[in-house]
Structures are given as structure tokens and as C-alpha cells.
């Protein structure tokens, strides 16, 4: 795939354009209320394989189904359990991505060679619109390089993938900030793999023996997740991340090595003088929209260390908390 293509912009009225192009294979950005994905047709193998390409994704890693509507769902998984019936009434469209057995029409590279497929149906009126005028299922990874933050507004795609994608539907910066809740119910106990907007507390209301791996560490529980791709770099920005567990803690510390300091978290930070640019968040779920948005701001404005007070482990924060511990993992 050539990498000097020009990446046409849409507007949110635009959409049947946008549409017509996914359909001819064209590899498209899109809002949802998680994050910016990055669209194509997903019975169309060349189009997924330059999404791949475009992301500089590993092949290994595969890609979640976009769907608009229960058509849809039984083109790219024709044996729904019941289980994932009644979750599919209680939370879609939102943020819950599922685990099924796939149909033979979705080609190999999109699971990566798994027999299940990941589906979801976006509730973000502008990723349903797009997906329903395209009439076909749309995988969309997050609209980022591999291993980068993922993108929360049009202009974080732009930076990652302008040149190397047929085009963006720029609308407004996502809601949640965060990626979907990966959930594996064809498991016994079913397994989250993957921490995100939809928190444990509302899924264990349909399926009250639902299980994530935790193990224990000097700081407590910490998360651990099972998804193909989370064993690859992710979510890191230049600057290095540091989680943060008491804020009164290591402030003053190595104030050298640490070059210029920039601050995430719902308090301001006690040696405020120590950094350079200070983000405090108002509550947990603005914490969650604006942390890859935050690393972006921080390595525009030239910050080396970014330190990232941490919160418990509990609804959004513990998706909060996996991204946090991905994003300063030296890996
Ligand atoms: O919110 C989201 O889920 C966003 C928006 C665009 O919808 N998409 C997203 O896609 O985060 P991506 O590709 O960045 O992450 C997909 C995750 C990866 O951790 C991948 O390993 C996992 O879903 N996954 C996909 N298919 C899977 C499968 N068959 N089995 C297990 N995990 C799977
Ligand atoms: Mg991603």
C-alpha cells in the first residue's frame, strides 16, 4: 500500500459519501463514543489487510465488527447464545463488545485466525448512520498507530494516519474516551478480556458469575487482561508514564532525570512548582475522556515524564487503571 495517499475529510453530513467509499474499499476513521475507529468492509479482505498495514497493527491482533443492526449480527455470527441475547437487550447499542463464534463470510485475517469474532454495536449516532448507509459490517480498530494513545478526536487520527487512509468523518472529540468492554461469554465463568466503558458492576446484573484475572501485587489487586492484543505495546505516548499511588509521594524526587513534568488526576498535585503543565479532572468519567487526549497535549507541549494519579479499582477506574498500566509499561 502506498503511504502518500490523500486522506479526504468528511463532514457528519457527509456520511452517505463516506458510506459509498467504505463500500469500494476504502479504509475510513470514524467517531463512536469510545474512540476514533478506523473503518472498513469486513467481508472485504484487501480493505482489512490495509487497515493493518495503515496501523502497522501485528497481524495476531485481531479486529472487533461494527454493526448497526441484528441483521447485521447474523451475517457475521449466526449462533447467538442466549446469554449473549440477553446482553445484547440490556447494552447494545454501547460500549460492550462480545465474543461469538464467527460465520464463514468473515475472513480469517479479521479474527486473526480465532473461530470466535468480536462484534459491537456502536450507539454514537454518527457510527450507526455511517455503518447502516454501508450496509455491510465494518471492522474498526482504534484510528491510532499500534501502540500509540488512541484517538479521541478527528485531529488525533489526522496526526497518526493523515497519508496513509482514504479518509476521516470528522466529528465531535468522543464521549467516552475509552475503548469498549471486551467480554468472553462463550467461556464458564464468563471473562471480561479487556477492561472499558461498560463497567463489571452493570454486566454482573444479566450475569452475576462474570470473572476477570486479577492477580496480587505490592500495590494491591491489579488487572490483568487476557485479550489476544494486550500483549503488544499500547497506548504510549513519547513522554514516559508514571502511575502515581499517593499524591504526596515522589514529587520532589529526581526532579532532573524526570525532564519536564506534566500532571493527570482529580486532585492537583501537592508540589504543584514541579510541573509544567497540570491537568486536574473533575470526576472519574472526565478522567477516562480526556487521558489519551491529555498524553497527546503532553507530548506536543514537550513534556518528558507524565505522572498519572491513580484511582481505585472500581467502575470506569479500572479501565482507567489498564490503560495507565499498558501506557507506562516499558514493553
Ligand atoms: O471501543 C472500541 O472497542 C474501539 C472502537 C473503535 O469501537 N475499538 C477498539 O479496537 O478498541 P482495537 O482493535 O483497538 O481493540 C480490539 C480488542 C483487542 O484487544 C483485541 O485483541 C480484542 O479486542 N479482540 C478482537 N477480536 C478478538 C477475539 N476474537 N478474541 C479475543 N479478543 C479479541
Ligand atoms: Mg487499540
Same mark, same amino acid.
Given at each position: 500500500?502506498?503511504?502518500?495517499?490523500?486522506?479526504?475529510?468528511?463532514?457528519?453530513?457527509?456520511?452517505?459519501?463516506?458510506?459509498?467509499?467504505?463500500?469500494?474499499?476504502?479504509?475510513?476513521?470514524?467517531?463512536?463514543?469510545?474512540?476514533?475507529?478506523?473503518?472498513?468492509?469486513?467481508?472485504?479482505?484487501?480493505?482489512?489487510?490495509?487497515?493493518?498495514?495503515?496501523?502497522?497493527?501485528?497481524?495476531?491482533?485481531?479486529? *472487533? &465488527?461494527?454493526? +448497526?443492526?441484528?441483521?447485521?449480527?447474523?451475517?457475521? #455470527?449466526?449462533?447467538?447464545? @442466549? =446469554? !449473549?441475547?440477553? /446482553?445484547?437487550?440490556?447494552?447494545?447499542?454501547?460500549?460492550?463488545?462480545?465474543?461469538?463464534?464467527?460465520?464463514?463470510?468473515?475472513?480469517?485475517?479479521?479474527?486473526?485466525?480465532?473461530?470466535?469474532?468480536?462484534?459491537?454495536?456502536?450507539?454514537?449516532?454518527?457510527?450507526?448512520?455511517?455503518?447502516?448507509?454501508?450496509?455491510?459490517? *465494518? &471492522?474498526?480498530? +482504534?484510528?491510532?498507530?499500534?501502540?500509540?494513545?488512541? #484517538?479521541?478526536?478527528?485531529? @488525533? =487520527? !489526522?496526526?497518526? /494516519?493523515?497519508?496513509?487512509?482514504?479518509?476521516?468523518?470528522?466529528?465531535?472529540?468522543?464521549?467516552?474516551?475509552?475503548?469498549?468492554?471486551?467480554?468472553?461469554?462463550?467461556?464458564?465463568?464468563?471473562?471480561?478480556?479487556?477492561?472499558?466503558?461498560?463497567?463489571?458492576?452493570?454486566?454482573?446484573?444479566?450475569?452475576?458469575?462474570?470473572?476477570?484475572?486479577?492477580?496480587?501485587?505490592?500495590?494491591?489487586?491489579?488487572?490483568? #487482561?487476557?485479550?489476544?492484543?494486550?500483549?503488544?505495546?499500547?497506548?504510549?505516548?513519547?513522554?514516559?508514564?508514571?502511575?502515581?499511588?499517593?499524591?504526596?509521594?515522589?514529587?520532589?524526587?529526581?526532579?532532573?532525570?524526570?525532564?519536564?513534568?506534566?500532571?493527570?488526576?482529580?486532585?492537583?498535585?501537592?508540589?504543584?512548582?514541579?510541573?509544567?503543565?497540570?491537568?486536574?479532572?473533575?470526576?472519574?468519567?472526565?478522567?477516562?475522556?480526556?487521558?489519551?487526549?491529555?498524553?497527546?497535549?503532553?507530548?506536543?507541549?514537550?513534556?518528558?515524564?507524565?505522572?498519572?494519579?491513580?484511582?481505585?479499582?472500581?467502575?470506569?477506574?479500572?479501565?482507567?487503571?489498564?490503560?495507565?498500566?499498558?501506557?507506562?509499561?516499558?514493553?
Amino acid at each position: 500500500m502506498d503511504n502518500h495517499r490523500t486522506t479526504e475529510r468528511y463532514g457528519i453530513h457527509e456520511l452517505d459519501r463516506a458510506a459509498f467509499a467504505l463500500r469500494n474499499g476504502s479504509v475510513i476513521a470514524f467517531p463512536t463514543e469510545t474512540v476514533y475507529g478506523l473503518g472498513a468492509d469486513a467481508f472485504n479482505p484487501s480493505a482489512i489487510a490495509q487497515v493493518f498495514q495503515a496501523k502497522g497493527r501485528p497481524p495476531d491482533n485481531p479486529l *472487533i &465488527v461494527h454493526i +448497526s443492526d441484528m441483521g447485521m449480527l447474523l451475517r457475521v #455470527a449466526p449462533h447467538v447464545p @442466549a =446469554v !449473549a441475547h440477553a /446482553l445484547i437487550d440490556a447494552f447494545w447499542p454501547g460500549p460492550l463488545t462480545l465474543l461469538l463464534p464467527k460465520s464463514e463470510a468473515i475472513p480469517s485475517s479479521v479474527t486473526a485466525g480465532l473461530p470466535t469474532v468480536a462484534i459491537r454495536m456502536p450507539r454514537d449516532p454518527i457510527a450507526l448512520e455511517l455503518i447502516r448507509h454501508a450496509g455491510v459490517p *465494518i &471492522v474498526a480498530p +482504534s484510528a491510532n498507530l499500534s501502540g500509540r494513545p488512541s #484517538a479521541t478526536t478527528w485531529q @488525533a =487520527v !489526522a496526526e497518526d /494516519l493523515d497519508g496513509r487512509i482514504d479518509g476521516i468523518v470528522c466529528g465531535p472529540p468522543t464521549q467516552i474516551g475509552l475503548e469498549s468492554t471486551v467480554l468472553d461469554i462463550l467461556q464458564d465463568p464468563p471473562r471480561i478480556l479487556r477492561h472499558g466503558g461498560l463497567e463489571p458492576a452493570r454486566l454482573k446484573k444479566i450475569v452475576p458469575h462474570i470473572h476477570w484475572p486479577c492477580h496480587a501485587t505490592d500495590r494491591g489487586e491489579e488487572i490483568v #487482561a487476557t485479550s489476544p492484543g494486550m500483549k503488544h505495546r499500547h497506548y504510549q505516548p513519547v513522554a514516559q508514564v508514571r502511575i502515581l499511588y499517593d499524591s504526596h509521594l515522589d514529587e520532589n524526587a529526581a526532579g532532573k532525570l524526570l525532564g519536564r513534568r506534566g500532571w493527570i488526576g482529580i486532585h492537583p498535585p501537592v508540589a504543584t512548582a514541579v510541573y509544567a503543565m497540570v491537568i486536574v479532572v473533575n470526576t472519574i468519567e472526565d478522567y477516562a475522556a480526556q487521558l489519551f487526549e491529555t498524553f497527546r497535549k503532553m507530548d506536543h507541549e514537550g513534556i518528558d515524564t507524565i505522572d498519572c494519579e491513580s484511582v481505585p479499582l472500581d467502575g470506569i477506574g479500572l479501565a482507567i487503571m489498564d490503560r495507565l498500566a499498558r501506557a507506562s509499561s516499558k514493553s
